[in-house]
């Protein structure tokens, strides 16, 4: 095996891993909240305290990565945050429960800044889509094991057990990628560019100057906005709208996200592949068109009250929002140069996550408190104030016009 389809593997089981801890607690919010005494804001605000610490983190581990040993700055984040996750599991107030998520946001921000840079150095421009549809398997399949796994435990043994079983593989994996040789920058770009010393602000204007970059990052922000929407309250509403049980409704939507995700994300990377030689702006175009039609379906979806055509519109939308991840990621990076590309990256990270899923959550449980205070059932309440994803994914798709006739890299 090369060092580079190591590299692969290894980013794409942290990335699974990064997942599961990361949904876990998706799949454990009503016992959760009813042992802790917590409101759906209270509930949404976990995530917003994550999200916080994520994206503020992520332009220093951007900074650090453009200077130092990659690898190990990784593995020092998996190791991190699978602690912390462990410890969720021993907390017995919501302060100390925010603490241990705002660790393991500090953990997975030096892994989600990295990690694509990581994986830009070690395949070239032609392969990239291909290599980050495998990478980005990961968020299906993670996100799967976080809402099934995290239901099942929490069903057998109560919801800290959760907390356990998703922290313990991480620490594995951190001392796998502790081992690794650090890629070389810009390898398989083509030119050297060897201006990583540059002054920071240097290299943050050149990032805000490219166009494919904002477009892109305009875009994930309204998908990211409503996928942690989506994502967080998705099990929660079929236990409160369908009297779903905790352990079937992570397993439910654990099942949703890993079917459409691995349809999605290869079908994604696979149309981009076959056509991007021929049309140059395939990737965005093909994101683009998935998005804006995957708009009405998720409103269909949170407004039925058949469990039946619940699942099957769920599985429609989800599916047509993870056609999106692999051409959109792999524009992303490939649009700065390698001098940058970590610093484009981290700060990708923190817009995407400070405008996005850093509030969607807890908005999401303000509005489904002050809907089930004038009179809503819990279940109408939380589906009513879900919709405002909708004009997000609208958002989103909209936004890729801006990345189409692709010019030289900045």
């Avoid at 302060?95 to 500090?106: D, H, I, N, Y």
């Avoid at 770009?189 to 904002?214: C, M, Q, S």
């Avoid at 996928?227 to 369908?242: D, I, K, N, V």
């Amino acid at each position: 095996m090369t060092a580079a389809r190591r590299l692969l593997l290894l980013l794409t089981g942290i990335n699974l891993v990064n997942y599961l801890d990361r949904y876990v607690v998706a799949a454990i919010l009503e016992p959760l909240g009813r042992e802790l005494h917590l409101s759906d804001a209270q509930l949404g605000r976990l995530t917003f305290v994550f999200i916080a610490v994520y994206m503020c983190s992520a332009p220093l581990f951007g900074y650090l990565a453009d200077r130092f040993h990659r690898p190990r700055l990784v593995a020092g984040g998996v190791a991190l945050w699978s602690l912390a996750t462990v410890g969720a599991a021993f907390v017995h107030s919501y302060p100390a429960l925010l603490v241990t998520r705002s660790l393991v946001g500090v953990g997975e921000a030096a892994y989600a800044s990295l990690g694509p840079a990581m994986l830009a150095d070690g395949f070239p421009e032609s392969d990239r889509a291909k290599a980050f549809t495998w990478f980005y398997l990961a968020i299906p399949l993670g996100s799967a094991f976080g809402y099934g796994l995290g239901g099942l435990v929490a069903g057998a043994w109560g919801w800290r057990a959760s907390f356990l079983v998703a922290g313990l593989p991480g620490l594995v994996l951190a001392l796998w990628m502790a081992l690794q040789a650090d890629p070389v920058r810009g390898a398989m770009d083509g030119t050297r560019e060897d201006d990583a010393n540059a002054p920071y602000l240097h290299r943050l204007k050149h990032v805000f100057l490219n166009r494919i970059w904002l477009a892109c990052t305009a875009s994930y922000v309204a998908y990211t906005f409503a996928m942690g929407g989506l994502s967080t309250w998705g099990p929660t509403l079929l236990q409160r709208r369908f009297a779903v049980s905790t352990a079937k409704a992570g397993l439910v939507f654990g099942g949703l996200a890993v079917v459409t995700g691995i349809l999605g994300t290869f079908l994604g990377g696979w149309f981009t592949d076959r056509w991007q030689k021929r049309w140059p702006d395939a990737g965005a175009g093909i994101s683009g068109v998935t998005l804006l039609a995957a708009a009405p379906v998720v409103a269909w979806a949170l407004g039925t009250r058949h469990l039946g055509a619940a699942y099957a519109l769920f599985f429609v939308g989800m599916f047509l929002l993870f056609v999106n991840t692999s051409p959109v990621n792999a524009l992303t990076v490939s649009s700065l140069p390698a001098s940058i590309r970590a610093t484009g990256v981290a700060v990708n990270v923190l817009l995407i996550h400070l405008l996005g899923d850093a509030i969607s959550p807890e908005w999401v449980g303000r509005r489904a408190d002050a809907l089930h205070a004038m009179g809503s059932s819990g279940g109408d309440a939380l589906a009513r104030a879900l919709l405002v994803v909708v004009p997000a994914i609208v958002l989103s798709g909209l936004a890729l016009g801006w990345a189409r006739h692709r010019p030289s890299r900045a």
